[in-house]
Structures are given as structure tokens and as C-alpha cells.
């Protein structure tokens, strides 16, 4: 198993903290992970966007032009990475801010309405925990035991009484992601 992912966003939206996560679950499970965060200027408000590489094998270079699934919070995210998806691939996206909806035929379409599930937990900073668990569902790269397990590694133990929060949506972002015709 190998799969190639990118996660694109606003600044702020919790992208980065998505994939440091991510690549930590698999580390925690003894997979080979890449991650390679892209910010700067993007930071708080632009786009940010990291890669990252799961896989059972050794991982030959971090660098990707195309990818198996693509997590997209904002309509920059989608147009610039939308055509980079490999055909039968996985797009993943939130419904808020996005104002033209994806259109491929050959990759799998998924809608997860994670901001307003955040709004209705009443915690906007799971938003991303949320998107998590919507990826998990569809795409199980990782485990949530793993993600768990990382979770306690890559917060600072002050936040560790903000995990059960943390995995409390990443339920519910596996209950509402929602496959588009």
C-alpha cells in the first residue's frame, strides 16, 4: 500500500497540523511517511498545502506532480489541485467556500460538511480532526488506534486532555462524509 496525498487550504484551517498527524499515525505504525509542508507567505489566510506519502515500502522521493487523494478546503485548493489527481483517485472536499463544485468523472468525489460540523460541536479548531476522519473513512491509510497514538506524540501533553475531543470528531467526520454523484 502506498498512497500519495495532498491537503490544501487557507492558512489558519488547521492543513499543516492535518498532515503532521497523519504522518505521525503512520509512523506509529511502522509504515514509511513523507511530509512536506508548503507555507510562508501562505500562512493565515493564503494557501497552504503539505504532501504526504504513506506506504509500506521504502519512498523513492517526497516530490509529487500527481496524487492519489486530494483534500481541498477552499476553491484555490480545488482548481490548483483538482487536474493533479491521478484518474481513479480520491477528492476530498468542504462544502463551505467552495462555489464550483468538482466535475471529474474518473476520481472518486466525496462532500464532507466538516466547518458546519465544527460549528455544531461548537469547537471551530476539530474542524481539521474532522476532515481527518473523513479521509480515514474512505481511504483507511491509517488506523484510528494509530491516529490516536499520534496524536499523544505530536501534541504537547498540556493539549492531551483535548484528545477525546480530537478523536470525538474524527468520528463524526467518518459519519458525514458523503459520496457525490
Known amino acids: 500500500m502506498k498512497k500519495e496525498i495532498i491537503i490544501s487550504g487557507f492558512g489558519g484551517q488547521g492543513v499543516l497540523s492535518m498532515g503532521k498527524i497523519l504522518a505521525y499515525s503512520g ?3 511502522n509504515k514509511e511517511v513523507t511530509w512536506m509542508p508548503a507555507y510562508g507567505p501562505e500562512q493565515r489566510g493564503g494557501t497552504a498545502n ?3 506519502i504513506v506506504s509500506d515500502d521504502r519512498i523513492s522521493s517526497p516530490i509529487l506532480s500527481k496524487y492519489d487523494v ?3 478546503l477552499n476553491q484555490p485548493s480545488l482548481d490548483k489541485f483538482e487536474p493533479k ?3 481513479g483517485g480520491i477528492l476530498i472536499y468542504d462544502g463551505y467556500g467552495i462555489i464550483n463544485p468538482p466535475t471529474r468523472k474518473d476520481i472518486t468525489i466525496y462532500r464532507i460538511d466538516a466547518m458546519d460540523k465544527a460549528a455544531e460541536m461548537k469547537n471551530a479548531k476539530v474542524f481539521n480532526m474532522i476532515v481527518l476522519g473523513g479521509l480515514l473513512k474512505v481511504c483507511p491509510v491509517v488506523s484510528t488506534d494509530g491516529l490516536q497514538k499520534a496524536l499523544f506524540k505530536s501534541l504537547p501533553e498540556r493539549h492531551h486532555g483535548l484528545i477525546p ?3 470525538q470528531a474524527v468520528q463524526e467526520g467518518m459519519k458525514i462524509i ?3 454523484p
Open 70 to 72: 486530494a483534500i481541498v
Open 178 to 180: 458523503e459520496a457525490q
Open 165 to 167: 475531543l480530537n478523536m
Open 85 to 87: 489527481i491521478k484518474a
Open 50 to 52: 503539505v504532501t504526504v
Open 27 to 29: 509512523l506509529m505504525e
